[in-house]
């Protein structure tokens, strides 16, 4: 029997990882629908990944550091799930593509290597939601 080769390039833990994240936030879309403010959508998506015994931290600081300096005013995270992929919750209109960019940027301050990008804001949940992979760290 051959063993199941994962295309991404990600561990199966963190693709199993990335699948409840992508479960979780459907099923808090699906129940509360678009039009909430992100905190709710932030908050009941912790709720839901916690229930299923994930780890996920929000609101997480992390520090900017530019040639030895650490930066006062740190980035928050939303989510950090399981420690290692960064969730970025909105609550808007639409996505663009300078919140891509927010997603890469976390993940190369932060040195890890996947995101998700999730807008609760719009009709069907597929329309919301981007994973964004860091392809070269720095």
Known sequence: MSEMRIE???PEEIEALAKQIV???FKVHSQL???????????????????????????????IVFE???LEAALRLDLLVGNEIVVEVKAIEKLLRIHEAQV???????????????????????DGIKRIVLSRPS
């Open 68 to 70: 030895g300096l650490e």
């Open 23 to 25: 479960d979780a936030a």
């Open 104 to 126: 890469l940027t976390y993940l190369k301050l932060t040195h890890k290597k996947l995101g998700f990008l999730i807008n609760f804001n719009v009709e069907l949940f597929r």
């Open 33 to 63: 629908g678009p039009g909430l403010l992100e905190s709710v959508y932030e908050t009941c998506l912790c709720h839901e990944l916690r229930r299923r015994g994930i780890a996920v931290s929000n609101q997480v600081r992390a520090p």
């Open 8 to 10: 991404s390039g990600f």
